[in-house]
């Protein structure tokens, strides 16, 4: 007997099997982007005007050579030791001006933190990993000193602040109030971080 | 002979598969909304090396990516197994990234040409001195910011390959 009331029901049966089609591909082309890395700039290419003379004890050679050895400071180090060796070297204080510093006021070594300059060398054959594990432990010395003057300041790290700060969802208004905050840590660890030309002899 | 009897046969009774369409329609949805498709397709190797001091690429628009890799075993035939230059969609050398850049740059909207990055997504066992010329061709054409690409981890798992 033909049912009169309402149309017919659509058999929903098969929607699941539609539904999985549509998930696998989905599934199947997504890359969770990863898009993070470190934030670097370059030096213009026209020279500046004029001339800056820099002491010598300013600056923190590093060289990393084609097999992926460090040199500091003329001296062999290990990888894993740059990190700490930086954080000395620009947080030395030597001419006593700095007040926030807690180095060892070393008279050969660098003057104030606005002054230290880390320069960066490397050959061409070095592989790139390597390059980038340098770099890693070079910004995470500047970021150990900066959240260690954060938190002395502001009771909280300064890369989470300067993460919030960066994030497009936050606040103007908050930004604004962290854009100081950010700003003044900055200032007392400035980033100089000099990257030479690279050489081509061994 | 009672109504209680009836069920007594030992079956178990058959799950409910009603809500199976609900629950696969929200992981679709979610994967809808997470995706991303890809651009340019891969023609080199990119084992992208780790770091610990990442700050996150905001804002897409204003990104310019550069692959330099290994072509895959695909392309290896024709164009060696040298870490190559892959822009959009092609192999190119030093020289042409500076050219790629301005053009790529040209496209933008007016107020995003200043304030572009350029993402350098780039093999792990790539040669500094490609990344140097790079480096060159970037600052001749004024693109300073750069944004080395690399995957969340520890830094010195770069060293062990």
Known sequence: ?202 | MSKFAKKKDGDVPAVSTASLPDIVFMLLFFFMTVTVMKDSTLKVENTLPNASETKKLEKKDRVIYIYVGKPTSQYEKVFGSEPKIQLNDKFAGPSEVGDYILQERAKKAQELQNVLTTALKVDKNANMGLISDIKQELRKVNALKVNYTTYEGDAFMNLNR
Do not use: W
């Open chain 1, 1 to 202: 007997m033909a049912r009169r009331a309402g149309a017919p029901e659509v058999n929903a049966g098969s929607m699941a099997d539609i539904a999985f089609l549509l998930l696998i591909f989905f599934l199947v082309t997504t890359t969770i982007e990863t898009d993070a890395g470190l934030d670097r700039m370059l030096p213009p290419i026209e020279p500046p005007d004029t001339d800056v003379v820099i002491k010598q004890k300013n600056i923190f050679q590093v060289n990393i050579n084609k097999n992926g050895q460090l040199l500091a400071d003329e001296e062999l180090i290990d990888l894993k030791n740059l990190r700490a060796k930086a954080m000395e070297f620009l947080d030395n204080g030597g001419d006593g001006t700095c007040s926030y510093c807690k180095g060892r006021k070393n008279a050969e070594s660098s003057d104030n933190p606005s002054k230290a300059i880390i320069s960066l060398k490397n050959d061409r054959e070095t592989k790139y990993g390597t390059y980038i594990t340098v770099q890693n432990e070079l910004v995470g010395a500047y970021n150990d000193l900066r959240n260690r003057e954060s938190q002395r300041l502001f009771g909280r790290d300064f890369t989470d602040m300067e993460a919030e700060y960066l994030n497009p969802e936050t606040s103007s208004s908050l930004k604004d109030e962290l854009k100081e905050k950010v700003k003044s840590i900055q200032d007392l660890f400035p980033q100089k971080l000099s990257e030479a030309e690279t050489s081509t002899s061994n």
